[in-house]
């Protein structure tokens, strides 16, 4: 079974701070994606990555940054943390053309 | 780029009912469709898909319908259980992302009493 495993479940930080999220997966998959969820809101991409150090702005991508320096990992980054980046943050991986795979997600609340 | 609308925002249903939930698309290049599941402190977990040279797609109580022609698609849960209940979520694929770039609607939340 396709593992993506999220770092943190819960996380609680302040304005301003910089807030890392990781997210590893077991598959060697090529692709791997942040979204945020939101209520209402459905799931949107932040960011995604088709290889190591190679990356791609999704809708959202405005406070977000990504890293993704082996295959198996990939990064997301809050340069300075705001309030309005409460969320819940999910990652996702897939191998090209095939169904992407969810993390169970990190409640991220900004204080 | 792609814009995904979903219906209804919930759905309450007796057990052993069927439920249907439908979404439309507004690109006409997109080619891939799945279906998550979520449930409570869990991340979305595909249940099925269906690409566009498709029409229909059934697996066990689960179907799922394409009108590429009217640009929509639909689940179909038949004979549901308490255990179906969970926000479900559809999504479309634009042809030209390469990446599987999907758009999700904004959510089913669906409740099937005993």
């Known amino acids: 079974d396709v593992k993506v495993t999220q770092s943190s479940r819960y996380l609680v930080k302040r304005t301003g701070e910089k807030v890392f999220l990781e997210c590893v997966q077991d598959?060697?998959?090529?692709?791997m994606f942040w979204y945020r969820q939101d209520p209402g809101l459905g799931l949107r991409l932040i960011y995604f990555?088709?290889?190591?150090?190679?990356?791609e702005k999704g809708d959202i991508p405005e406070g977000y940054s990504v890293s993704r320096e082996k295959k198996e990992r990939f990064s997301l980054i809050l340069e300075s943390a705001s309030t309005n980046q409460t969320s819940m943050y999910l990652c996702?991986?897939?191998?090209?053309?095939?169904?992407?795979?969810f993390g169970d997600g990190t409640r991220l609340s900004i204080l | 780029g792609e814009n995904v609308e979903q219906h209804p925002s919930t759905l309450s249903v007796q057990e052993g009912d069927s439920a249907v939930i439908k979404c439309t698309y507004s690109d006409s290049a997109s080619n891939y469709f799945p279906w998550y599941k979520q449930e409570l402190g869990k991340g979305p977990q595909l249940i099925i898909d269906i690409r566009s040279n498709v029409g229909e797609k059934k697996d066990q109580r689960i179907a799922v319908t394409l009108n590429k022609t009217a640009k929509h698609f639909s689940l179909h849960i038949t004979e549901t259980q308490p255990e179906d209940s969970a926000v479900y979520f559809c999504a479309a694929s634009p042809m030209n992302t390469g990446f599987q770039k999907l758009v999700f609607g904004t959510g089913t939340r669906l409740l099937v009493s005993p």
């Open positions: 598959m060697d998959h090529e692709n």
């Open positions: 990555s088709y290889d190591v150090k190679m990356k």
């Open positions: 996702a991986s897939n191998l090209a053309n095939q169904p992407q795979h």
